[in-house]
Nanobody, 117 residues
Framework: QVQLVESGGGLVQPGGSLRLSCAAS????????MAWYRQAPGKQRDLVAS??????TNYADSVKGRFTISRDNNNTVYLQMNSLKPEDTAVYYC????????????WGQGTQVTVSS
């Protein structure tokens, strides 16, 4: 059974930085993409950044130039967040997409990021 565990969230002042991590355990084959989403209270869950198997990255306009998504050889995905703003406050979720016989998606439990002075 696949399990994704996020870490690195917390409280940070505006202008500060945080680095989120998402580690996978269990049998995980044929990952084709990894992504970070976020959901603020009362709002829908939105894509923040994604990285494909070929290394192609995509970012929401609101985080371009401030956030960087990366991954390592152990199927861990990271989100480096710089110049944080109060509007970045949300629960951040990682999602892995795999393809074997069919597309499957796995979600982490979420980690809270609060940007406040």
């Amino acid at each position: 059974q696949v399990q994704l565990v996020e870490s690195g969230g917390g409280l940070v002042q505006p202008g500060g930085s945080l680095r989120l991590s998402c580690a996978a355990s269990g049998s995980l084959f044929s990952i084709i993409a990894m992504a970070w989403y976020r959901q603020a209270p009362g709002k829908q869950r939105d894509l923040v950044a994604s990285i494909a198997n070929n290394g192609y990255t995509n970012y929401a306009d609101s985080v371009k130039g401030r956030f960087t998504i990366s991954r390592d050889n152990n199927n861990t995905v990271y989100l480096q967040m710089n110049s944080l703003k109060p509007e970045d406050t949300a629960v951040y979720y990682c999602r892995y997409t795999t393809f074997s016989k069919a597309v499957q998606q796995y979600w982490g439990q979420g980690t809270q990021v609060t940007v406040s002075s």
